[in-house]
């Protein structure tokens, strides 16, 4: 946005969706269906606390998904709001720590409701900006056709709606949950290496997906230290800030429990440590920051904005760009026929 101490506190992403999508706004109809080509990177950009993250770094995109074509299946790593902590744990820990660790929905194959309703919720604004790539067209539908067919998957069921069918892409030899923890270092994702509680997150599972194509490893990109602060600062003021206005991601976290400490302090306490080792079980500021304060760390990740070539990422026909990068900006318009019913998780 999500995110190394090596830790990329520094691309945390919108992979994660912000309160406004409540639990009833999971599932609906979508306006029509998109136009993103299959095999196409889509992406967008939204603000809160990670595009904070993204600002304080000097890139723009905070999702990235793979489209399967017009009007058709979209997948994609994300992560629902988690849940507020249980009484007396909420004061030290103000998020409930298994809602971090295990990330769900986590990666996921979703209908264009599920798409629709997960990027703009019950009719909201949606994100400021929603665009996709191809590059080279028939590289594209190849890694879309990979990953649609050949990549092993479970049935599983929304928890909104259990007459909705989710679809799990199987990695590694199970599912694949949204991990904070990639936002301090990609580990082996990007070429199918075992990674800590076989985590992903959008942007290191469109690496996978154009690795396991056979279209090659993108590297991740190493982030000096001082960007590193600026990000790690930039995440834990914009999620205490969103927790205190009641607004974004963190928004109900603590409003129903009277505590005698600083519950948002916390909260942003314990998303940041648990971007920094996966030490998502505690409120204490001292994991982040002794991260922070240690001038040898750097971050080492795959960000949307690299998969796609900007913010001086690699772009075009250069040693090391995606197939996506060596195309410009296409606007996603909802214009294919018909509505579908579906939900995100």
Not at 27 to 44: H, K, L, M, T
Not at 256 to 263: E, L, Q, T
Not at 299 to 309: E, H, N, W
Request: charged share 15%; proline share 6%; with cysteine.
């Amino acid at each position: 946005m999500n995110s190394a101490f090596v830790m990329p506190l520094v691309v945390a992403s919108s992979c994660i969706v912000s309160a406004a999508a409540a639990a009833e706004q999971a599932c609906g109809y979508s306006s029509a269906g998109w136009n993103a080509p299959n095999g196409a990177a889509v992406f967008s950009a939204g603000s809160g606390p990670i595009g904070d993250v993204l600002n304080a770094v000097g890139e723009i995109r905070t999702h990235s998904m793979l489209s399967h074509g017009p009007g058709k299946w979209v997948t994609h790593a994300t992560m629902k709001q988690p849940s507020e902590n249980s009484w007396p744990a909420v004061c030290s820990a103000p998020v409930t720590p298994s809602d971090l660790i295990e990330g769900y929905p986590g990666l996921e194959q979703v209908n264009q409701g599920g798409i629709y309703r997960f990027l703009y919720g019950s009719g909201g604004s949606g994100p400021s900006a929603l665009t996709y790539q191809v590059g080279d067209p028939i590289k594209a539908a190849s890694i879309g056709d990979t990953i649609w067919w050949e990549l092993p998957y479970f049935a599983d069921r929304s928890r909104v709606d259990e007459g909705v069918e989710i679809d799990r892409p199987s990695v590694r030899g199970g599912r694949v949950r949204y991990s904070f923890y990639q936002y301090r270092t990609t580990e082996g994702t990007p070429t199918g290496d075992p990674a800590w509680n076989n985590g992903m997150v959008c942007s290191s599972f469109l690496a996978y997906a154009h690795y396991v194509d056979g279209q090659g490893a993108i590297p991740p990109y190493t982030y000096n230290h001082s960007k590193l602060a600026n990000a790690a600062n930039a995440l834990h003021a914009g999620v205490r800030d969103s927790c205190e206005n009641s607004l974004g991601f963190w928004g109900s976290v603590g409003t129903s429990i009277v505590c005698f400490a600083d519950v948002c302090e916390k909260a942003a306490n314990q998303v940041a440590n648990c971007m920094a080792s996966h030490a998502c079980d505690t409120g204490s500021g001292s994991v982040w920051r002794g991260v922070r304060d240690d001038a040898s760390t750097v971050a080492v990740s795959i960000s949307p904005d690299r998969i796609g070539g900007w913010s001086g990422h690699v772009w075009g026909k250069q040693p090391g760009a995606t197939v996506w990068s060596a195309d410009t900006n296409h606007s996603v318009q909802w214009n294919s026929g018909g509505n579908v019913y579906g939900c995100w998780y």
